[in-house]
């Protein structure tokens, strides 16, 4: 620790006596400085012993000491030393009163002891505090090396945690919990994950220090990217002295040094997975069982879902760069879930998309789902959107499916994904379009322009006021070719609709005896009247 009062006043060699402020002897000293000025505040960064010999002080007037001891106080000033046997024989009672009503230590100085011996001491006694604790920091660096070896991220936690005598807690990409030490100290993470997540929008490295009632911790992003791959969080009774600051910096270097390192183990897990996921789309499961091997093997043993994801076209896509990869938020998302669980994930850039297969029923895909209903909530990490904007990623996600049937839901997933894109939604999964109408898919611009062109005639002939075609048209096809039901639905004889219907005809050139004319046309009204409502 640093020097203090206390120890200047036990150096055998200085022969300090305390006048006044005994209490107030552990503060710690920052420097030892002498002056000589009324005033020497401007002058004082605070955490001095000032030294004076009084030689421009009136030091035997009270009001004149209140007022110089209180200035000295409030600069952060932690001791005077007053040198006797100078420009005084005895320190004046005015000065001693002052120091005790302020509580400031008053240091007597005998003649024989100069300042520069003070200084000195001060200087030697700083140095020897650096020392020890670069020497503390090197050994503390030496055994989180050592753990981070053998134990991995948790050995080196536990040996942070033991270094600083607090706590240590390590997340993910995704703001979730990695591990802790000690185990209590996982409650008191979790209560962190807001702090984490708002520390992850800021470019690495950053950090934040977040004071509670029960500690003080410090959050440091982990990574070399744009993006925080990590996350640390270090929590204390007090702020982190010199050596527990090195302890600190080793444990973010090492952390750092095994994110990249598994980030290159990553790059090349990619290469395998994108392999593996061409040979099931070509149709070769067993050629692509081969290449997964232990990797990615758990997963196509099981069903999966294909999920395909896409930016919008009106969003420009970023580069594949990290500092720009859209597709980010989810990867991390997902990544932090599955891993969480246990689970196998494939993830694999797939020309302008993202492809990703996800264990049917396991945290992936319910993370797929999750993430793109906080996109259409505005809640997501990924790129901000304005109001009436496109959502800024699109996702189809296929039914399960095994290795045999990949190409198929890929098919799936990338019809999936032209609904979304068609209805502006984040995500769209295979099975509910099975599950729902095909009316929804009329509101496609291209099959209104067709209903538009194939109805124009019966709207035109309506117009002038000579029948009304359309109408009678809707009724008999909705009764299905009931001339008196679909008459009694108008109100109008049986013969008035036959003769409305040979007009239909005469005026399309197509004949309603043919069923896919009938669909057609069926088709194109409900078109027609749901672009009107």
């Keep these: 620790m640093p020097p203090t009062l206390a120890s200047l006043v036990h150096h055998s060699a200085l022969k300090l006596t305390v006048r006044a402020g005994e209490e107030h002897l552990d503060a710690p000293v920052r420097w030892a400085h002498a002056s000589e000025l009324t005033d020497p505040v401007p002058y004082m960064e605070g955490g001095e012993l000032l030294m004076i010999t009084a030689l421009k002080l009136d030091a035997e007037d009270p009001e004149a000491m209140r007022r110089y001891v209180k200035r000295l106080a409030a600069a952060g000033v932690v001791g005077l030393g007053f040198a006797?046997?100078?420009?005084?024989k005895d320190i004046p009672e005015a000065l001693v009163e002052a120091a005790a009503d302020e509580g400031l230590p008053l240091l007597e100085v005998p003649r024989r002891t100069p300042f520069l011996a003070i200084s000195k001491a001060v200087s030697a006694a700083i140095a020897a505090d650096q020392y020890r604790a670069v020497t503390a920091g090197f050994a503390a660096q030496r055994e989180l090396t050592k753990q981070a070896l053998s134990d991995g991220p948790e050995g080196l936690l536990g040996a942070l945690a033991a270094q600083v005598d607090g706590w240590a807690a390590l997340y993910d990409a995704s703001g979730a919990v990695v591990a802790t030490a000690p185990e209590w100290a996982s409650r008191r993470a979790a209560r962190l994950t807001t702090d984490v997540e708002r520390l992850?929008?800021?470019?690495?490295?950053a950090s934040a220090v977040v004071a509670g009632a029960e500690d003080r911790v410090?959050?440091?992003?982990?990574?070399t990217g744009r993006r925080p791959r990590a996350a640390l969080a270090v929590g204390t009774a007090s702020t982190l002295g010199t050596a527990e600051r090195y302890a600190l910096h080793s444990a973010i270097a090492l952390l750092t040094l095994t994110t990249e390192r598994n980030r290159s183990l990553q790059a090349a897990e990619a290469r395998v997975g994108s392999a593996v996921l061409r040979m099931l789309l070509a149709g070769e499961p067993d050629h692509a069982r081969t290449a997964a091997g232990e990797l990615y093997?758990?997963?196509?043993?099981?069903p999966f879902r294909l999920v395909v994801a896409e930016v919008p076209a009106t969003t420009a896509p970023s580069s594949s760069t990290e500092e720009g990869d859209p597709f980010a938020g989810l990867t991390d998302a997902v990544e932090s879930a599955a891993a969480r669980a246990g689970e196998a994930l494939l993830v694999v850039p797939y020309g302008e998309r993202l492809v990703l297969l996800v264990v049917d029923g396991g945290a992936g895909a319910a993370a797929c789902v999750a993430y793109a209903r906080a996109l259409e909530d505005g809640r997501s990490e990924a790129p901000e959107q304005g109001a009436g904007e496109e959502t800024s990623l699109l996702l189809g996600l296929s039914a399960p499916a095994g290795p045999i049937a990949a190409a198929t839901a890929y098919k799936q997933a990338d019809q999936?994904?032209?609904?979304?894109?068609r209805r502006g939604r984040a995500m769209v999964e295979h099975e509910d379009l099975a599950a729902g109408s095909v009316l929804p898919l009329l509101a496609d611009d291209a099959v209104r322009a067709f209903a538009d062109g194939l109805l124009r005639a019966l709207f035109e002939h309506d117009a002038t006021g000579r029948g009304d075609l359309i109408a009678s048209l809707r009724a008999w096809l909705s009764r299905h070719g009931q001339w008196d039901a679909a008459a009694a639905d108008l109100g109008v004889h049986r013969h008035t609709l036959r003769y409305r219907m040979r007009r239909v005809e005469e005026i399309l050139g197509r004949s309603l005896d043919d069923p896919d004319v009938r669909m057609e046309l069926w088709l194109s009204l409900k078109a027609t009247s749901s672009g009107t409502e």
């Design 416 to 421: 999936a994904l032209s609904i979304a894109r």
């Design 218 to 223: 410090e959050l440091h992003s982990i990574g």
């Design 200 to 205: 992850r929008d800021r470019a690495a490295p």
């Design 297 to 302: 093997g758990a997963l196509l043993d099981a």
């Design 84 to 88: 006797v046997g100078v420009h005084y």
